[in-house]
């Protein structure tokens, strides 16, 4: 069962505590997952946030996709699993 979701076009300056409480909106947040350079430690503009339900994840994708976060319109759908390299 699929409950984790892509948010991308994150300003920079976004944190795992103002994505939380956003997305707390639409029900439990399990995890939250800054996607950080490696080298830099900068934010690379993405995340990843986990909710406790697959209703809970739907929701969240229903409500924040397209939504205004500091100034940027996210973009929120269903994390893709990880490919192996």
Do not use: H
């Amino acid at each position: 069962m699929n409950t984790k979701v892509f948010v991308g076009n994150l300003q920079k300056a976004t944190t795992q505590e103002e994505l939380s409480t956003l997305f707390a909106q639409a029900g439990e947040v399990v995890a939250t997952d800054i996607i950080t350079d490696r080298g830099t430690g900068a934010s690379r503009g993405f995340a990843f946030v986990a909710m406790s339900t697959q209703s809970e994840a739907e929701k969240a994708i229903e409500m924040f996709n397209a939504y205004s976060l500091n100034e940027r319109e996210l973009k929120v759908d269903w994390a893709k699993p990880k490919r192996d390299n």
